[in-house]
């Protein structure tokens, strides 16, 4: 009951939908930067969404299954192989054991999600499974995957055995989400100003909204640092600190930006100037290095509607999943 | 210090909202930030996340899609409701607890909580800008070391890093600009910048200006809670040889 690490990627970690209730601890939410793809994978093997997922960044790892699973793979497009055999994303496939999954070719994204049926069996660090790097807690053992590592499941997927063909390594079912709106305009980033976006000169805030901005090659969990023309203050800001969030935009002393992302501090003394409308950072989580923003002026309304029909698209999607899974087995 | 009893409300995106109570380092200010944290303890509602106290301002991170479903006839959608909530706060909270400070009345939140004394080796060893710190202030290192453990220090908040505690103020002659970059810090590390000083729980890097180093544990991920410190608790400082520091490494 459990896949093995025959080689490990650049940062592969145990992720849930973070880690909350202890900011006052200085230990951040954490958790998958792309919570739709997670969310995702978890409902097309038939989980619940808070259960954990592996996120992987490019280059990926090698997995070999050690028994028959059914699994899900969503988020970035790395390529994924079983042995030979491309499979696809955004499906449900049942892998067959001791078959291998690598991922042989960066083709767009950021970070994938693995999720198997039942989800990883581990025990979760304040109410949560988040691997919290800087804590050297939660996941597994507080640490990025590693060569050897064999990581258990909680159900065994017998059951999904018969699925498969003879000779055929995997077999891929039927169905298979639209993620169109999620993630479709990918460099249009939503934004809502934030307490010191007026502090900004007028030509900055135009700026902000006109100009284009590089992802920076030292983004990572924590923060994406954005390359652009620099933004001025109409006067300094002296602020003492203050809490922030996933997606707030600070403007640093040297005048870019930096976005924060799942790994982020939980307070922060920088001039909030806007903050990334949370529906839109699954794809801001798949934006690499090099890539372009434009950030879009939104309202607060607006951004709160999306995540309501977001939510509401995911209660569609969880039902329908589980369904099509109980109609396959029965 | 007759302080302003006024307060301003932010949205922190579309997940979060932050009450002001003023921007300054001040313990007033920050009992007021306790006293609404407890307020809003008191009265959680579907869709809350997390409640996160600073220096003078609190904020409640929710999910507008559970508190739209809560709140269908809400005007203004999640973040009117919440607006509104923290109006209620600001006002019921600041009401009583401006009665209280007039009355010299002790308050009920944060002031009186626990104290801890933390050793701290303040060997150049263990304090690499030690004497810089000294010669940009005009004081002997002696000086140094003697003003900064002579203080006695709130917790205004938690963050950073986890469990790093934000202590003020110090005295106003080690006041100091942080450095221009981040430079490794090793755990146990205890710096000051501005009026704060404050303890590395993990090796990370850093900025602030490093004048000495504890060899007690203050985040451990295996105990339950993994910080004993919160907002709000006092913090002395008491200096500890090298051979003592070693010795408390080894127990």
Redesign the interface.
Known sequence: MAFSIIKPGLLDTIQDMGRYGVGNWGINPGGAMDSYAAQVGNLLVGNDIQEAVLEIHFPGPQILFEQNTLIAITGADFSPMINDEFIPRWQPVVVRKNTVLHFPALVQGGRCYLSVHGGYCMNKWLNSYSTNLKAGAGGWGGMPLKKGDELPFKENTIYFAGLLKEESNFEVLPWRVNTDTVYKHPHEIGFIPGREWNGLTAASRQAFGENNFLIHPSSDRMGYQLNGSPLTLQRPLELVSSAVSFGTIQLLPNGQLIVLMADHQTTGGYPRIAHVATAHLPKLAQLRPSDVIQFKLTDIETAEQWLINRQKELHILQRSCLDHLNEMVC | MNRSTSFSI???????I?I?LG???DEQLNSRALAI?DWLQAHRFPGL?????????V?V?Y???IV?TSKVNAP????GWLNGLLERAGKEVLGTVIQNERTGRPAENGTNGHSFRIPVCYDREYGPDLEWVARQKGLSVEEVIGLHHSGHYRIY????????P?LGKIDSRLEIPRKDRPVPVLKGGVGITGLQTGIYP?S?PGGWQIIGRTPLKL?D?QVD???RF??GDHVEFYPISREEFQEWKNT
């Open positions: 932010y949205p922190l995106g579309d997940s979060a932050t002001d921007n300054s380092i944290h996340i997390d409640i996160i106290i600073a220096y003078s301002s904020s991170f999910d507008p899609a739209r203004g959608g999640a973040y908040m938690v963050g950073f890093l986890p469990g790093f934000y993990l990370s985040f991920w809670p993994p910080i919160q907002c």
